[in-house]
């Protein structure tokens, strides 16, 4: 093959000859298509074609143009680096190469020139009839992977196929590791006894022809077949009598016998040069296996905590077993929680789980001992990773005890020997005394953070007698020792409801603002399971854990939760939680643990002050409320003296009434039958007149002492309170116009009928709005409205007249319902109106309120029951 200065100058000559844009040598690798050379296209989009060549349709486009050693052309994608219209692929002969051009067309001499450069790109390859085979005993032989790569592909260049593959045997499977355009194909393990193809190969050495139709069409092992695809032959690769391997390949059409020739002399003369390979690369892992104590001493006894031992480990493993699914359990000092170490997407990731249960516990019993899973499905061997085939299960033990157990599994079956097996028991023994050391370590050096903060704590909150506040200093100093992203106490209140009384931590206002309008405590959630069971619980990792809960605007990798107990009364409880994932230890459960129960001493105590500051406070309420009735008698008693002033002004008017109305009704009768002798115009006709009129008015009070002393017959039925204003302010418009008074008329439309007595109501109004009128002498505004309300858990109909008067002094206000008592002075006011409206309001179970301001106006409001 020309070097790669010699190819460069290929792509350019011929580019420039074929006016084309760029040009580039790619080869397929392990699945992969690599740039080897380029012209006129940079870095980057080189990078950008690989992209593009990787995707599954552009490959099987590309192996097709390598199988079948015809060129092709496909329209290029539109968007990008490459900035051509069509893509032009020309198979170089005998390799695994190609010539990619971007042109926007080709003409028939274009492409003829770059078909002529593939065929100089090709060298001195080797006729068709006379296959050649990779040097495996060169370089290729620290490389399995590609001189498998190597091998399959003299097999595609020997015939043109749609697809292939080529599977190495470990113990009784077939493991693919090289492929032609089936890219999923590699890293499958097929069972040889599952399969009778393969069951056939194995038994008789002997390659096997299937076509399309035949009876075991449908059973051919792993393979993409398109619907053209007519014959499948998988060729044995044989050293004596033993089978190492298979290569299958498909196409559409059937195989002449020359290149059946040429098939079954590659595989006559592949098996031993990949025999040597695949010995060597199975002595070079059983080296890398034994350098394992070598790093195992100088790499992780290094290792300052735990985390650093279980990455440490992890990669070596990864390194000398060619997997990355490995697990390792250690259990902690109480025998309660399983710490679980994993690899994920290149990470190691660490779960406590409860040790109860648990897949492993039986490992971590006294008689546990190594267990090597060749093949988990014939097994009926769950793994811990799913789809694993083969594992090896190591106890470490410290001083006869198991403390944790080591995983190492493979998708492969068969993966792992005896030798692997006795290797790591060697490894885990060692490995066991170095953890349980790290492990001591951290423990005390935890305890010892433990004790400092539980020093601090009592310091300062013994002799405390605020629960509240013994709360929030804890939680500030747990937070600030352990740096907590956020540390809460939460206590029961007298309603055995929760609310939080200490909060602290980086994170502290954060979950503040989440808590607006939510519940932290909830009842299907860590902290309710907790509040309700006392059960402490260590979460680290709260997405795989059904109890926790977030909250809108926080959420945990990591919670602590502990409650606070006094004897088997719960009081409250502890939580810490953090946004990483493994953010706790046991240590830091016991240290939660230890702290909750000093807590809870302290905050028993303090509620037994806070109970005797509560009796002491109901005590004082106590003493308001005795004052309230007092008064509320005294009130009773002066509306009782009311209500006897009233009976006995009653009983005078009676008296008085009775005693007047005798000689006023004479009087009247007489000046009656005199004004009609009497000629109008006479001076004794007029004098006459003012006689009549002053007796009439001394009739009127009498008839208002009569009212007053009596109600007379009550008709009560069920009215609208809106129709007597209507009637009212029908009757006094007038009266208000001429006074130069503006009336506002305010009525609820949905107001419900109530019992009264219409007749007394028109009086009660009557009253209220010439009471309105007396206090306006210069005119202003009158405002009667009507509404619904409650009040005292009762339901009632309001109806009010409000002014814009004089108003009454706050001296007067509570006498203004007494018989006899006005603020009329001299304008003729009898002082009987409102102590007649106060008595027929309350005779229909309502009441009379006043509101007035000097100078401000006043409002009389009449409450009637519904």
């Known amino acids: 093959m020309p070097t790669e200065t010699g190819i460069e100058t290929h792509l350019k000559d011929a580019t420039q000859l074929s006016e084309a844009v760029w040009a580039v040598l790619a080869e397929r690798v392990s699945g992969d298509w690599l740039v080897r050379a380029a012209y006129r296209l940079n870095k980057p989009a080189q990078n950008e074609l690989m992209i593009v060549m990787a995707k599954p349709v552009v490959d099987t486009w590309l192996c097709g143009a390598l199988s079948g050693g015809h060129s092709r052309s496909s329209s290029a994608p539109q968007e990008g680096k490459l900035k051509v219209g069509r893509l032009f692929a020309y198979p170089i002969p005998g390799t695994s190469q190609l010539v990619l051009v971007g042109a926007d067309d080709q003409t028939t001499n274009a492409q003829r020139i770059w078909k002529l450069t593939a065929s100089l790109l090709a060298g001195r390859s080797t006729s068709p009839n006379q296959p050649f085979l990779p040097d495996l005993q060169s370089g290729l032989a620290f490389d399995l992977p590609l001189a498998l790569e190597k091998v399959l592909g003299v097999f595609v260049q020997a015939v043109n196929c749609q697809g292939a593959w080529l599977a190495i045997r470990r113990g009784e499977s077939l493991d693919i590791q090289a492929e032609w355009d089936v890219p999923k194909a590699k890293g499958v393990s097929l069972l040889i006894d599952s399969n009778p193809l393969l069951r056939r190969v194995n038994r008789s050495l002997s390659d096997v022809t299937i076509t399309r139709g035949q009876p075991n069409w449908d059973n051919l092992p792993y393979g993409t077949l398109k619907s053209g695809t007519h014959i499948w032959v998988c060729l044995p690769l044989v050293i004596g009598q033993r089978l190492i391997g298979v290569v299958a390949l498909w196409r559409q059409r059937e195989f002449t016998l020359a290149e059946w020739g040429q098939l079954r002399e590659l595989a006559a003369r592949v098996p031993p040069s990949v025999d040597v390979v695949v010995t060597f690369s199975e002595m070079a892992g059983h080296l890398r296996r034994l350098a394992l104590l070598n790093d195992f001493v100088l790499t992780i006894s290094s290792a300052q905590n735990l985390d650093q031992i279980s990455r440490r480990m992890f990669g070596l493993l990864a390194r000398a077993f060619n997997t990355e699914l490995i697990a390792f359990f250690l259990r902690s000092s109480d025998g309660r929680i399983l710490r679980d170490y994993r690899l ?345 007149e003012m006689v009549l009129r002053e007796a009439r008015r001394a009739s009127d009070v009498v008839r208002r002492l009569l009212d007053f002393s009596r109600q007379g017959e009550q008709v009560r039925a069920q009215a609208d309170l809106n129709g007597v204003v209507d009637d009212v302010v029908a009757l006094t418009r007038h009266l208000v116009q001429t006074n130069g008074v503006k009336l506002i008329v305010d009525l609820d439309e949905s107001l419900p009928w109530i019992s009264i007595d219409h007749n007394q109501m028109k009086q009660v109004l009557l009253n209220l709005i010439h009471n309105a009128l007396h206090a306006m002498p210069n005119g202003g505004e009158l405002r009667v409205r009507t509404t619904c309300a409650n009040r005292d858990e009762r339901s009632w109909v309001v109806m009010s007249v409000s002014d814009t008067g004089v108003g009454i002094s706050p001296a007067d206000q509570g006498r203004v319902f007494e018989p006899f008592f006005t603020t009329k002075g001299g304008s003729g006011g009898t002082g009987l109106g409102l102590s007649v409206t106060y008595g027929i309001v309350t005779d229909h179970g309502g009441m009379i309120e006043l509101s007035s301001e000097p100078n401000n106006g006043s409002t009389f409001g009449v409450w009637l029951p519904i």
Not at 366 to 389: N, Q, S
Not at 454 to 478: M, P, R
Not at 511 to 518: I, P, S, T
Not at 553 to 567: F, N, Q, T, Y
Request: proline letters at 2%; aromatic letters at 6%.
């Open 344 to 688: 994920l997407d290149g990470k190691m990731n660490v779960v406590s789980v409860a040790l109860a249960g648990h897949s492993i516990q039986p490992f971590l019993s006294k008689g546990g001992h190594a267990r090597l899973v060749v093949d988990t499905i014939a097994e009926g061997f769950i793994p811990i990773h799913k789809d694993a085939r083969s594992m090896l299960i190591v106890p470490l033990k410290y001083r006869g005890e198991a403390i944790g157990v080591l995983i190492i599994e493979s998708l492969r079956a068969e993966a792992f020997n005896q030798y692997d097996e006795h290797l790591m028991v060697v490894i885990t023994s060692h490995l066991a005394g170095l953890i349980e050391y790290t492990r001591l370590r951290e423990e005390a050096e935890g305890r010892a953070r433990s004790l400092s903060l539980i020093h601090e704590v009592v310091q300062q909150v013994i002799g405390l007698n605020d629960k509240s506040e013994v709360a929030a200093i804890t939680a500030e100093l747990v937070a600030q020792y352990f740096k907590f992203e956020f540390a809460a106490i939460f206590l029961f209140d007298q309603d055995r409801k929760f609310s939080i009384q200490g909060i602290g931590g980086s994170h502290a206002e954060t979950v503040k603002r989440a808590l607006v309008g939510e519940e932290f405590v909830v009842d299907g959630g860590v902290t309710g399971h907790v509040s309700r069971t006392g059960e402490s619980i260590l979460i680290n990792d709260t997405k795989r854990d059904k109890l926790y809960k977030p909250l809108k605007g926080w959420e945990a990798r990591s919670e602590i939760c502990v409650a606070l107990k006094d004897g088997e009364s719960i009081l409250g409880i502890i939580d810490v939680e953090s946004r990483e994932q493994n953010a706790f230890t046991g240590n830091d459960l016991i240290a939660m643990e230890s702290l909750a129960g000093i807590l809870a001493a302290v905050i028993s105590s303090a509620n037994q002050y806070q109970i005797l500051q509560e009796t002491n406070r109901q005590l004082r309420v106590i003493e308001i409320e005795l004052n309230a009735r007092m008064e509320a008698q005294r009130s009773a008693e002066n509306r009782l003296i009311q209500a006897a002033k009233l009976a006995a002004v009653g009983e005078m008017a009676a008296g008085i009434a009775h005693e007047l109305n005798n000689p006023l009704t004479t009087v009247t009768g007489f000046s009656e039958l005199i004004l009609e002798e009497l000629p109008e115009g006479t001076p004794q006709h007029t004098d006459l």
